[in-house]
């Protein structure tokens, strides 16, 4: 099955909002995602609608789904920071870059490449508009999750903190040439 990643489509709002309430209902989702459930039903159509429109125009963030035969099975999201802002976890950013969110793969999907397809599509776009890096945030006792970053080329930073779900460690990637190419030199 080969599998690419594509942005979504403003008026695709009703599939962005199925998509995430799944992921929110998935068994790992306490250590996966700052919102529940509860909270992201609760949520008018209006609020998909603006959620979709933004992730599918303009540079600030961007949605990407994986699909089979019109299916959507997976999902990415990136938010992009310049160099000075400080980011959704109060931290302050010195070097252009997207951070990863929202990263969620049907169970019946999982490792055959999804993520990767997600990542890669994710990839191309924060290079696109000159950012420098990818980064993320992962529970710590996410470890399935973290070895499915790995794969995909990140490294962890080495910083840790806490948030509403608990432990996390950030993880990031290069997104240009040289960089992958003095990350793999690092991690080898």
């Not at 290079?127 to 529970?139: A, F, I």
């Amino acid at each position: 099955m080969t599998v690419a990643g594509r942005r979504v489509r403003a008026d695709e709002w009703e599939l962005v909002r199925d998509l995430r309430l799944d992921a929110v209902r998935d068994p790992l989702a306490p250590i996966a995602f700052l919102h529940s459930y509860e909270a992201e039903a609760a949520h008018p159509d209006e609020f998909w609608q603006d959620r979709a429109f933004n992730a599918a125009s303009g540079d600030a963030a961007a949605q990407f789904v994986a699909e089979v035969d019109g299916e959507w099975i997976g999902t990415v999201t990136v938010i992009r920071w310049d160099a000075g802002d400080t980011d959704h976890h109060g931290r302050d950013v010195t070097a252009p870059r997207g951070d990863v969110v929202g990263v969620f793969v049907r169970p019946e999907h999982r490792g055959s490449g999804v993520v990767d397809a997600l990542i890669s599509a994710a990839a191309a776009w924060a290079r696109s508009l000159g950012d420098e890096s990818l980064t993320l945030d992962v529970h710590a006792d996410n470890v399935r999750a973290q070895a499915a970053y790995r794969r995909v080329g990140f490294v962890e930073t080495g910083a840790r903190f806490s948030s509403s779900i608990g432990p996390e460690l950030e993880m990031s990637r290069a997104l240009f040439e040289a960089d992958l190419r003095n990350a793999d030199k690092v991690s080898s």
